[in-house]
């Protein structure tokens, strides 16, 4: 063979060997740049400075997905996201910022199943419907704190103004119930930041995320009953806790047909109570 073709041969193994090292070097930085991002989602640091927004990963079905904070790290702050369990428990809770004529539908299909909820309310809900309320309580359900007015507490970093606006809601409520508020707090939004666990904690609250949730706020954008059974059923997990709004027209039409397809599935409906440790 002439020395032209070695040279051609030598060239051609160069360049698939540059060619080889340039898709392994991408390959590894690009997982190496992934696994920050995630380290960086899925645990925040020890500073807590920054707010965060609760967010979730679900990778498989029936298991409970990946959120941007660990148990371990919330549960030094008093806060919960899921209940770590392989029964087949589950934790309703309810979001209500106003009410729109749904809370009644869900109230009804709640207790037909015998089936203790939280709803997280705010004040302009106390203010307009003190009569549900009111329901919630006799029918043994939990009222929470989801803050007054509804901000984003992230952004609040004085203690006395963190602290007014669960107070302003607790005082509200005993003037309406004439019972003292649990302290359950759920922030709005699911924005939060680690000095605002600190300060719940410092409160006596315990904080509540969640782990299976669905666009459902949209008044004017509501899922199908087909939409809201396939989130609903297909990510459902042991140990979740389940947040809904009551404002959602879909929720309040399906919610009964909802638990009784949960509980063909095997699960209970099971209090805050006692992932916070207390009597129901």
Same mark, same amino acid.
């Given at each position: 063979?002439?020395?032209?073709?070695?040279?051609?041969?030598?060239?051609?193994? *160069?360049?698939?060997?540059?060619?080889?090292?340039?898709?392994?070097?991408?390959?590894?930085?690009?997982?190496?740049? /992934?696994?920050?991002?995630?380290?960086?989602?899925?645990? &925040?640091?020890?500073?807590?400075?920054?707010?965060?927004?609760?967010?979730?990963?679900?990778?498989?079905? /029936?298991?409970?997905?990946?959120?941007?904070?660990?148990?371990?790290?919330? *549960?030094?702050?008093?806060?919960?996201?899921?209940?770590?369990?392989?029964?087949?428990?589950?934790?309703?809770?309810?979001?209500? $910022?106003?009410?729109? $004529?749904?809370?009644?539908?869900?109230?009804?299909?709640?207790?037909?199943?015998?089936?203790?909820?939280?709803?997280?309310?705010? #004040?302009?809900?106390? %203010?307009?419907? &003190?009569?549900?309320?009111?329901?919630?309580?006799? +029918?043994?359900?939990?009222?929470?704190?989801?803050?007054?007015?509804?901000?984003?507490?992230?952004?609040?970093?004085?203690?006395? @103004?963190?602290?007014? +606006?669960?107070?302003?809601?607790?005082?509200?409520?005993?003037?309406?119930? /004439?019972?003292?508020? *649990?302290?359950?707090?759920?922030?709005?939004? /699911?924005?939060?930041?680690?000095?605002?666990?600190?300060?719940?904690?410092?409160?006596?609250?315990?904080?509540?995320?969640?782990?299976?949730?669905?666009?459902?706020?949209?008044?004017? *954008?509501?899922?199908?009953? %087909?939409?809201?059974?396939?989130?609903?059923? $297909?990510?459902?997990?042991?140990?979740?806790?389940?947040?809904?709004?009551?404002?959602?027209?879909?929720?309040? %039409?399906?919610? @009964?047909?909802?638990?009784?397809?949960?509980?063909?599935?095997?699960?209970?409906?099971?209090?805050?109570?006692?992932?916070? #440790?207390?009597?129901?």
């Amino acid at each position: 063979m002439s020395q032209k073709f070695f040279l051609h041969q030598s060239s051609l193994c *160069k360049r698939t060997a540059a060619v080889l090292f340039f898709l392994i070097f991408s390959f590894l930085a690009g997982n190496w740049l /992934g696994y920050l991002s995630f380290r960086h989602a899925s645990a &925040p640091t020890s500073a807590g400075a920054s707010a965060e927004n609760w967010g979730l990963s679900f990778q498989q079905e /029936g298991k409970p997905p990946v959120a941007n904070a660990t148990s371990d790290y919330l *549960k030094q702050f008093q806060a919960h996201y899921a209940a770590d369990t392989t029964e087949k428990i589950i934790y309703l809770t309810f979001d209500a $910022g106003y009410e729109n $004529g749904n809370t009644a539908a869900i109230l009804d299909a709640l207790k037909k199943h015998h089936a203790p909820a939280a709803f997280f309310l705010v #004040g302009n809900y106390l %203010e307009t419907s &003190p009569e549900l309320v009111k329901r919630m309580v006799e +029918e043994g359900h939990t009222v929470g704190n989801h803050t007054y007015h509804h901000p984003d507490m992230s952004k609040i970093a004085a203690k006395e @103004d963190f602290q007014k +606006e669960l107070q302003d809601l607790e005082q509200l409520y005993q003037q309406i119930t /004439g019972q003292p508020l *649990k302290k359950y707090y759920r922030p709005p939004q /699911g924005k939060y930041s680690e000095s605002n666990l600190k300060m719940a904690k410092e409160m006596g609250y315990h904080t509540f995320f969640w782990s299976l949730a669905y666009v459902d706020w949209y008044e004017d *954008k509501q899922p199908t009953h %087909e939409e809201a059974f396939q989130k609903l059923l $297909g990510r459902i997990h042991p140990g979740a806790i389940v947040l809904l709004h009551s404002t959602s027209k879909t929720n309040g %039409e399906i919610l @009964d047909e909802l638990l009784t397809k949960w509980e063909s599935m095997g699960y209970q409906f099971h209090s805050l109570d006692e992932l916070a #440790g207390q009597p129901g």
